[in-house]
C-alpha cells in the first residue's frame, strides 16, 4: 500500500522557514457553499476562532488585508478608521488573484504576491489558536494569534459590526 504525502503550500513552507509552530485541518470543498461557517462545521471548530481574510482597497493607503471570524460581517467605517483612510471597499472577486495570488476560499493573509498593512479583528487574542486559510481550498493552518500577527506585521483592531 503506497502512502500518499501531502504537498506543503506555500503558507506552510513560510511558517517553516520562519519557525513558526503550527497544524493543518483539511476539508472537503463545497463548491456551492464557501462559507467560512461552513469550513468550521465541517472541522468541529469554533467559527469565533476560524478567521476568514478580506481584502480592500483604501481610497488614500490602496490595498489592505482584514482577518476576522467567519460568522462576523466586516464594518468598513472601522476599517477606514484603522487604516487612516475615509472610505474602504472590498475588491472584486475577479481581482483576487491578481492582487493577492490566491483564489476567492483559499485567501490567506500569509505569503501574499505583495506585503499589504494587515489587521486582525481583536477578538483573536482572546483564543490560543486561530485557523485561517492555508492558502488553497480544502486546508486551514491553526497557529497562534500572536504568531500571525507577527508574521504579517498586523494590528488587532475593532473591525466588525
Known sequence: MK?????????????????????TMEYEVDEK???GVHVAAQLGQDPDTCFKTLVLKGERTGYLVCCIPVAEELDLKKVAKASGD???????????????????GGCSPIGMKKKFPTYIEETAQLFDEIAVSAGMRGVQIILKPEDLR????????????
Do not use: C, F, H
Not at 513552507?13 to 513558526?20: N, Y
Open 3 to 23: 502512502v500518499q504525502k501531502k504537498e506543503k503550500t506555500n503558507v506552510m513552507r513560510l511558517m517553516d522557514a520562519a519557525g513558526i509552530s503550527y497544524r
Open 33 to 35: 457553499d464557501l462559507s
Open 86 to 104: 475615509k472610505k474602504a471597499e472590498m475588491i472584486p472577486v475577479r481581482d483576487l488573484l491578481a492582487v493577492t495570488g490566491y483564489i476567492r
Open 150 to 161: 507577527a508574521y504579517v506585521d498586523g494590528k488587532y483592531e475593532n473591525l466588525t459590526i
